[in-house]
């Protein structure tokens, strides 16, 4: 069997392309323009057949990864996906009626093939699963070992998340879920494959059950001992410190991951002293009185008194960390396009600054998710639970910065005093805490 | 019902009254197959001859009372008795001092006692296992007494002797509570003595060729005797070298690998079980290439079985089975929730130390050594459905389940007791005169049994649990005899599968492709609440899962993750049946 051609495949995927909500998100805000072919490599000629369509309109790229069958065999192949058919188009010389031309990632045998493509026959597979996202990339995961992230909005370039799992693996980091392979060409990022570990779960998870555990003693009825029925004065540190379900272990653990994730990046990308005015800069665009006054008391350091600025995360929360048997990892670096713009202030968070911001950025994220928390339990026993939720969040906050200060390789990234880097955390929550209050659907 | 016991020394057998106790039918199904890795698919049952059953009234358990016990035993469905030490013993550490390495000590009976428990055992399917303890000695043996006497006589290098006490000082200190040093001083001598434990157990020397061939007999004495298998206590430390730890060295696998080879040439079916407290990247040398140790403990999972149930997630489970390594063919893990000893934190990083001494021992009292001296009832606050989940947990991870005699009572401990003694308190049989255990006035007796109000022998006993069908005794009972038609417990690979709550833990023991058995599907709720969990089954698409309790079929899995919920501390086993 030989190909449909190019202009036909186009054809298909145009039509295709108007049905799917990521791309309209993707185009959405930007100027019209016409859809044109940049390319089309057909990537296996025998049925299934398989070929890489790069679409652009204006200059937003998009990849479409497209299958065919013979008709006959279409039906069984897209059973209860359906919505993935482009339609048919003729094959040159075949004489017949053609072949069902299909997005390729509905298609469970052509994902395997695809994996050993983008591996180049390193890995090899025998089931496919899809996580479902209407989001820029699909999301596939085989023989629940291998992630692979197929990008169908494209970026010119190094993908920063792609790029920073690279580096970091090649700084030697481990704490990462392992990249296996990169698919690139025209200049982008088109796949990406990198470890994937059923068991591990992210950081909020765990976060919750530590906290379902404590709150539960705000019910007065729990077996484990409530304090809420006693009416008497209760100590909520000492109740937190106690509980069964003590997470401080775990954050402390996770303190000394993130040192460990700062030293690779700074080994990686590099460092340099952060400038007062830059950092006041940040603090203050935040908009209120105190951060304004927070802006300004910072930009009156000592050159070189704020520690390094470097590579960071940038999005450092709960939910970028997975806990799995060997520890925490850093699960994502989370630069989905189509959602920065739902994020209140892009440019509040720069990939370059103060580690500090990280951990203010996890400092916070404690709070989201004990309010969470609190947010299940039952009215009447808010105050008491409230009290506990509050010492929680102080107890693994704490755990987790005395975790990262105290690693011996970050200390050359921190600013000299720990006046200043309790100055620092106190700014960058502020920053976090006002945005949070502007915008609670920001994340 | 009972076996006859013969009186002896012409003394009139007492056998406690428990001893007549009804027991439901006994299933049939043991039998004493020549199967050479039968230690793989056993239950195996720790008990203490000392506190176990007396039968002539001296206020201490002995052979007799465990023969009139074995019926008890076999209904429970164990498989392997396992006996703590019964040696002629000064029992300065519970007999694991030993005095004489060829009889019985007399309180615990003789050595045609051994002979006819270990028969009687094997009548009903049973084996017999004994501790043995090669590491050292008393310094009451004979040989001690002979070696420390002077430096020139034929057993002198018998034992580890010195000049010098600062040799080999990198070496930990294991009884760090008690010792202060690995030396100590003999005024006989003249010359400091190495010792492992307590002073008073002096390491025997491996580098002497007779101290080898002298174990080895005694190996020998008691195969020979009938004795299916011996758990050799300490087994790491039987050789140490200045600039090593003293642990795991070459030469102490040399000498079990010799004594492996003996066994299995002169005495077919007969099994070794490693007592190595070490991590088990460590503890897999243990097995040797299939030509070591058929059996070794894994210490680490115990205490982080509770530490998960405590917390509430998986982790500590599946990270401790993450760093466990494949074992040879043939070879089988012991686990155990609880033993004679304490709750053994030795295996666990500082940090999950201080967590596990502050959630399960708040009284100083309750911490010995590195671990914690309770039973396993007081440790979970008597709440029957972490009972049940951690039995549960013990029945279907991978390895052979070691029982403590009393845990399937429920039985509490004394932490007034020195020592380790709290949990080793008598069997608590009936709700009569000392339990049942004895027929001696109590101040005869070797412990005192529990008399607790919540854990005391007048509500924590054998009669009552065999006539309460909801018993805790009548659960386990039933879940061993489960456990039984499901070889893939025993034999099985376990795969960790993926939920995405992390209170609960969900695994799938696979059985052999050939094995014509299937997959057992086990979700386990760490969590005091109720839980929902979506659970990864995709490469069991089509299956159906049904309950091995109540044979109950469950919806079939289909390609995405397969829903379950369960109730507070509530496990399933599942049966994945090919459609």
């Given at each position: 069997m030989t190909a449909p051609l190019a202009t036909s495949l186009f054809d298909l995927a145009r039509t295709y392309l108007e049905r799917q909500v990521w791309f309209h998100r993707a185009i959405a805000g930007k100027p019209e323009g016409e859809l044109s072919l940049v390319a089309a490599d057909?990537?296996?000629?025998?049925?299934p057949g398989l070929a890489r369509l790069l679409v652009a309109r204006g200059s937003q790229r998009f990849q479409l990864l497209a299958g065919w069958r013979e008709a006959t065999a279409v039906g069984g192949v897209l059973k209860?996906?359906?919505?993935a058919l482009l339609g048919s188009a003729p094959v040159p010389g075949?004489?017949?009626q053609g072949v069902l031309v299909y997005?390729?990632?509905?298609?469970d045998d052509l994902l395997t093939r695809l994996l050993a493509l983008v591996t180049e026959g390193r890995e090899h597979a025998e089931r496919v699963r899809r996580v479902a996202t209407l989001v820029s990339h699909a999301s596939l995961v085989f023989d629940e070992r291998l992630f692979m992230k197929c990008y169908r909005v494209l970026e010119e370039g190094e993908r920063p998340e792609v790029e920073m799992m690279f580096r970091l693996e090649a700084a030697g980091?481990?704490?990462?879920?392992q990249p296996v392979a990169r698919w690139r060409g025209y200049g982008c990022d088109l796949a990406v494959v990198r470890e994937f570990l059923p068991s591990a779960l992210e950081g909020r998870l765990l976060a919750l059950t530590s906290l379902r555990d404590l709150l539960a003693?705000?019910?007065?009825?729990?077996?484990?001992?409530?304090?809420?029925?006693?009416g008497g004065e209760i100590d909520p540190d000492a109740e937190t410190a106690s509980a069964?379900?003590?997470f401080s272990a775990e954050m402390r653990r996770l303190g000394v991951m993130t040192a460990g994730l700062h030293a690779a990046m700074s080994t990686a990308f590099g460092a340099q002293a952060a400038e007062p005015a830059r950092v006041a800069k940040i603090i203050a665009a935040g908009g209120s009185p105190r951060l304004a006054a927070l802006g300004e008391q910072i930009g009156a350091a000592?050159?070189?008194?704020?520690g390094a600025s470097i590579r960071v995360?940038?999005?450092?929360h709960l939910r970028r960390v997975m806990r799995a048997e060997r520890g925490w990892l850093?699960?994502?670096?989370?630069?989905?396009p189509l959602y920065?713009?739902?994020?209140?202030?892009?440019?509040?968070?720069?990939?370059?600054?103060?580690p500090i911001e990280d951990l203010a950025d996890m400092c916070f994220s404690l709070h989201r998710v004990a309010a969470e928390a609190l947010a299940q339990r039952p009215a009447s026993e808010a105050e008491v639970a409230a009290d506990l939720a509050a010492a929680w969040e102080r107890r693994n906050c704490e755990a987790f910065l005395a975790g990262y200060l105290r690693s011996p390789e970050v200390q050359v990234l921190l600013p000299g005093s720990s006046e200043t880097v309790e100055l620092l955390l106190t700014a960058f929550g502020a920053v976090r805490a006002h945005r949070y209050e502007a915008t609670p659907s920001a994340r | 019902m009972d076996a006859d016991p013969t009186p002896r020394n012409g003394a009139p057998l007492l056998v406690p009254p428990a001893a007549n106790l009804s027991l439901p039918a006994a299933p049939t199904w043991r039998s004493l197959a020549d199967?050479?890795?039968w230690y793989q698919k056993a239950v195996f049952y720790e008990l203490l001859p000392r506190g176990?059953?007396?039968?002539?009234?001296?206020g201490i358990g002995d052979l007799q009372g465990i023969i009139a016990k074995l019926d008890y035993l076999g209904w429970l469905g164990v498989d392997c008795i396992w006996l703590l030490p019964y040696y002629?013993?000064?029992?300065?550490d519970g007999g694991y001092d030993?005095?004489?390495?060829?009889?019985?000590?007399p309180e615990c009976g003789t050595v045609d006692d051994l002979a006819q428990l270990i028969e009687e055992a094997h009548r009903r399917g049973m084996r017999v296992i004994s501790d043995l303890v090669i590491n050292h000695t008393s310094d009451e043996h004979p040989w001690f007494k002979e070696s420390r006497?002077?430096?020139?006589?034929?057993?002198?290098?018998?034992y580890v002797w010195s000049d010098?006490?600062?040799?080999?000082?990198d070496i930990r200190i294991i009884f760090c509570d008690t010792e202060s040093s690995n030396w100590t001083w003999d005024n006989a001598r003249q010359q400091f003595y190495w010792h492992r434990?307590?002073?008073h157990q002096p390491d025997l020397n491996y580098e002497n060729p007779e101290v080898q061939e002298a174990i080895l007999q005694v190996v020998r004495f008691w195969l020979g005797l009938g004795l299916d298998g011996f758990r050799l206590?300490?087994?790491?430390?039987?050789y140490q070298r200045e600039g090593?730890?003293?642990?795991?060295l070459p030469e102490t696998h040399a000498f079990l690998q010799r004594m492996r080879k003996e066994i299995d040439r002169d005495f077919p079916n007969r099994m070794l079980l490693a007592e190595v407290n070490q991590w088990p990247a460590d503890v897999v040398d243990y097995f040797g290439q299939g030509d070591e140790c058929h059996m070794c403990f894994h210490f680490p999972l115990m205490p982080r079985m509770f530490m998960a149930v405590r917390r509430e997630q998986r982790f500590p489970i599946t990270e401790i089975l993450a760093h466990t390594p494949d074992v040879p063919d043939g070879a089988q893990w012991g686990i155990f929730l609880?033993?004679?000893?304490?709750?053994?934190?030795?295996?666990?990083t500082d940090e999950e130390r201080d967590y596990m001494y502050a959630e399960y021992?708040?009284?100083?009292?309750?911490?010995k050594n590195l671990g914690i001296r309770r039973r396993l009832a007081p440790l979970v606050e008597n709440n029957r459905r972490v009972a049940e989940l951690l039995h549960a947990l013990l029945l279907s991870l991978p390895g052979s389940p070691v029982l403590y005699y009393g845990d399937e009572l429920l039985m509490g401990d004394n932490i007034y007791l020195g020592d380790r003694d709290g949990v080793r308190t008598p069997m608590q049989w009936t709700p009569d005169r000392n339990g049942g255990f004895?027929?001696?006035?109590?101040?005869?007796?070797?412990l005192p049994p529990s008399m607790d109000p919540v854990y005391g022998f007048q509500a924590v006993n054998v009669e009552a649990g065999l006539r309460d069908p909801s018993s805790f005794l009548h659960w386990l009972q039933r879940m061993l005899a489960i456990r039984r038609h499901y070889p893939v417990f025993a034999t099985g690979e376990i795969e960790i599968l993926p939920a995405d709550n992390p209170s609960v833990l969900a695994y799938v023991r696979i059985p052999e492709e050939e094995s014509g058995e299937t997959p057992v599907l086990c979700v386990n709720n760490l969590s005091r609440f109720a839980q929902a969990a979506e659970i990864g089954l995709g490469r069991f698409e089509g299956c159906v899962p049904i309950e091995l309790v109540g044979r109950t079929q469950f919806p079939v899995v289909g390609s995405g993750g397969y829903f379950l919920t369960l109730g507070p501390h509530g496990f399933y086993w599942l049966e994945l049946e090919s459609t």
């Open positions: 057909v990537l296996r000629h025998d049925e209860g996906r359906e919505s075949d004489g017949t997005d390729a990632l509905a298609d980091f481990a704490a990462l879920l003693h705000a019910s007065g009825t729990d077996e484990q001992g409530g304090v809420g029925s006693l069964g379900g003590d000592a050159p070189e008194s704020l995360h940038g999005d450092y850093v699960a994502g670096f989370g630069d989905d920065a713009s739902a994020k209140p202030d892009p440019s509040l968070a720069p990939r370059v600054g103060s | 199967d050479p890795r176990f059953a007396d039968s002539n009234a001296d002629p013993s000064p029992l300065r030993v005095a004489d390495f060829y009889s019985v000590a006497a002077s430096r020139d006589n034929p057993k002198a290098d018998w010098d006490d600062q040799a080999m000082s434990f307590f002073h206590d300490a087994a790491a430390y039987l090593t730890s003293g642990e795991n609880r033993n004679h000893d304490e709750l053994t934190l030795e295996m666990v021992a708040s009284d100083p009292r309750m911490r004895s027929q001696a006035d109590f101040a005869q007796l070797f």
